[in-house]
């Protein structure tokens, strides 16, 4: 080929796209070039002096993005991305004054997300993970496309890429894609259409738990494929036989999944509540297996001289403070100040006498709560009853977590000065002159002045109109459905009201649910079964008004089909087209939808699965109806 076309020498070492064209034996070396790309970025922010809530933004926004591109192709393997992790961690704990590197928290830490106390920064090798779960998903999803039709005549014709093992002799992408396939294993499920597809005790396909999979053991049972348990004469469940098979834990759940005999089984994301893989939720689930299989799940890592181990790191997030108070507050919680005792605990070897008044060591309790200087500012500001109490906290997690509890402007007050009094001890550290502390209250104050001004910009009252039920044009009616459903005893009603466009009420409806999986799933029912009535009727233009959001998006786009209720979604769509000439979706306020609300309940208290149509207004829902009516004329 070379000789043909006649190239001297094929140019492997070069890039394409960004990528590399060839990735060889020596992945190391393939991906050199990324690592040189952060370095390079982070020598460049090196002279910068920036505070740690400024480099936290350059780390998530431009360090952890360069390697992206590459990561969605292949896998940057574990070692790599630990070594670029390493170089940011550097980067993030080197200290504006010397050239600190002590690591304050592991990487690890960093990584888990702010309401566990960490900062989220990615974990670069679970996120290459995610990113190629996202090409094996696409694969699956999307089997027609020509790189897909490729690779499923190269490596899995007559089966699927789920089933797909790392044989020899294959090439590097294909390889990658598959330690995607694992992970994306990790989340998916099945729904069910004709069950043709779904093996019962094998496959993920029970919307439920982390296995996804029927916690009856299969025992001597002959069924082996979802579809034998699904009456061919009705298209639904065969009941009897599902609560003979399984254990109540199962049978329960399973008699709520939607079926459709018309179509095949299709794969859905488990960890999305629409059923649609994404990156995001991907790599939350990659590092939960991650901390599960380190044994410590964040929430249940202990900490020293916390009584209660539950730390609300969110409030610290939660505070209307700037960005930079917040990683103080932060850093003083994980007690990772750089106080000279803690610096000595680290193997750092220097004079821990406090360089504010040079009499005792310095940990943070000394600094702020018991040196002779801090104790006069706490004088001044008259907070010395506070200051006494906090005195005796044992922990950074304690003491941030008193003031946390504090009342509003103490709380302010609190943390504001002692990031202002860290600030002043900076200088004192640095040898250059400390601020007096006339200077440091006045900046206290300063501060909070400014911060009040800030937030009471944000808590603008908000004045909305309160909405109200409209009528539909001339030769069309307008249908109102709700549903109403009990957690506790998976029960539920529905119930409907068609009105003209004089706010006439034509006719109304109600109907008990015997069984469905959760709320969104009973309005689903609900509006069903209105527009199987509307039909029955002979309405021909209608306006179907819910004020389930969620229902009203999805039966009008085809984004929510890989949802546990995507096959009723698809079958009120194709209700909706087949049956009437112009049916419209409308979205609303609870406020324009009482009448069906109050007509759902009724619903609840028929008998097992019943329905009742009106045709005159009942006495229950008249005062609501001329309300509506009232308020429409406004
Ligand atoms: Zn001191």
Not at 284 to 291: C, E, G, I, P, Y
Not at 299 to 304: G, L, N, Q
Not at 378 to 398: H, V
Not at 538 to 561: F, H, N, P, Q, Y
Request: positive net charge; hydrophobic residues 40%.
């Amino acid at each position: 080929m070379r000789s043909i076309l006649s190239i001297n020498q094929e140019a492997t070492n070069e890039r394409y796209l960004g990528l590399p064209i060839s990735v060889g034996k020596s992945k190391k070396k393939a991906f050199e070039y990324i690592k040189q790309k952060i370095w390079a970025r982070i020598q460049g922010w090196q002279e910068r002096l920036l505070s740690k809530a400024g480099k936290e933004i350059l780390v998530k926004a431009v360090a952890q993005a360069i390697p992206t591109y590459a990561m969605s192709c292949f896998d940057l393997t574990k070692g790599l991305c630990d070594e670029l992790s390493s170089i940011i961690g550097r980067y993030w704990w080197s200290q504006q004054d010397k050239d600190n590197k002590v690591h304050w928290l592991s990487w690890l830490k960093l990584t888990r997300s702010k309401k566990k106390g960490g900062l989220g920064f990615r974990d670069l090798h679970l996120f290459n993970l995610a990113m190629l779960a996202r090409q094996a998903w696409r694969l699956l999803t999307n089997p027609d496309t020509l790189v897909g039709q490729v690779l499923k005549a190269k490596y899995y014709s007559g089966t699927s890429i789920l089933q797909c093992k790392a044989n020899g002799g294959i090439s590097y992408s294909w390889r990658s894609i598959l330690e995607g396939v694992k992970l994306l294993k990790k989340g998916i499920i099945w729904r069910i259409g004709d069950g043709n597809d779904t093996k019962i005790w094998s496959d993920p396909w029970i919307p439920r738990g982390i296995t996804r999979r029927p916690i009856t053991p299969r025992g001597s049972s002959l069924l082996t494929k979802v579809s034998e348990l699904i009456d061919p004469v009705t298209g639904t469940w065969d009941e009897q036989l599902v609560t003979d098979t399984f254990w109540p834990e199962d049978a329960n759940v399973i008699l709520t999944i939607p079926t459709d005999v018309e179509t095949t089984d299709w794969p859905a994301w488990h960890f999305d509540c629409t059923g649609n893989f994404s990156v995001k939720s991907a790599y939350k689930l990659a590092v939960q297996f991650r901390d599960w299989e380190l044994g410590e799940d964040a929430s249940s890592s202990m900490a020293a001289g916390m009584i209660n181990n539950e730390f609300s790191w969110h409030k610290i997030w939660q505070l209307k403070f700037p960005n930079k108070v917040k990683m103080f507050i932060w850093r003083l919680a994980h007690n990772s100040l750089p106080v000279r005792r803690n610096l000595a605990r680290r193997g750092v070897q220097m004079d821990t006498i406090c360089p504010v008044c040079h009499r005792l060591d310095e940990d943070c309790g000394h600094l702020f709560f018991k040196c002779k200087r801090a104790r006069e500012c706490w004088q001044i500001m008259s907070l010395e009853n506070i200051r006494t109490e906090l005195e005796l906290c044992t922990s950074g997690k304690e003491t941030v977590m008193r003031i946390l509890n504090m009342k509003e402007n103490e709380r302010n007050k609190v943390f504001i000065w002692m990031w202002r009094w860290w600030a002043a001890r900076n200088k004192a550290n640095a040898g250059e002159k400390m601020p007096t502390i006339a200077d440091i209250i006045r900046s206290v104050n300063f501060h909070i002045f400014e911060y009040e001004k800030l937030n009471a910009k944000c808590d603008a009252p908000s004045c909305a109109t309160r909405p109200a039920w409209k009528p539909p044009p001339v030769d069309v009616y307008k249908i109102n459905v709700d549903a109403s459903f009990h957690e506790k005893t998976k029960q539920g009603g529905w119930g409907f009201v068609a009105r003209d466009y004089k706010g006439n009420f034509l006719e109304g409806g109600a109907g008990m649910i015997v069984r469905a999986a959760n709320a969104l799933q009973a309005e689903t029912l609900g509006v069903l079964r209105s527009l199987e009535r509307a039909a029955a009727l002979g309405m021909t233009r209608i306006i179907l008004e819910t004020d389930a959001a969620v229902v009203g998006k999805a039966i009008t786009s085809t984004t929510l089909d890989r949802s546990t209720n995507g096959c009723l979604f698809r079958q009120i769509r194709e209700f909706m087209v087949s049956q009437f000439v112009c049916c419209t979706v409308s979205i609303c306020s609870r406020l324009c939808n009482r009448v069906a609300d109050a007509l759902a309940s009724f619903g609840c208290t028929l008998e097992d699965g019943s329905s009742k149509y009106m045709s005159h207004i009942p006495d229950f829902v008249s005062a609501l109806v001329s309300s509506d009516l009232t308020g429409a004329c406004d």
